[in-house]
Nanobody, 122 residues
């Protein structure tokens, strides 16, 4: 069973930056990978997705221009560079992989990480 392991969360002031990383346990893992987030009391929502090759990306409207998703050279790693962070970005961020249909639907993803907390103070 493939495992996804996230890292890079933390506490940052508004306007600051963080970089999240997610690595799949299988070196040859090569699937579309995405990031979701879940704030307290809210549904888990789509943030961004990247194709298996790393050449195509798609973002949720509220993070466009501030967040950048990318893949590592080995293709089993995905990053989320988050700039100009806002308090409303505070959430647990989850890495996901191998969507079977709609890339923005959480239920379509086969693999999930354990999540990493991002807290943005005002």
């Amino acid at each position: 069973q493939v495992q996804l392991v996230e890292s890079g969360g933390g506490l940052v002031q508004a306007g600051g930056s963080l970089r999240l990383s997610c690595a799949a346990s299988e070196p040859t893992f090569s699937y579309p990978m995405g990031w979701f987030r879940q704030a307290p009391g809210k549904e888990r929502e789509f943030v961004a997705v990247i194709s298996w090759s790393g050449t195509s990306t798609f973002y949720e409207d509220s993070v466009k221009g501030r967040f950048t998703i990318s893949k590592g050279n080995a293709k089993n790693t995905v990053y989320l560079q988050m700039n100009s962070l806002k308090p409303e970005d505070t959430a647990v961020y989850y890495c996901a992989a191998d969507p079977e249909g709609d890339y923005t639907r959480r239920n379509d993803y086969r693999y999930w990480g354990q999540g990493t907390q991002v807290t943005v103070s005002s």
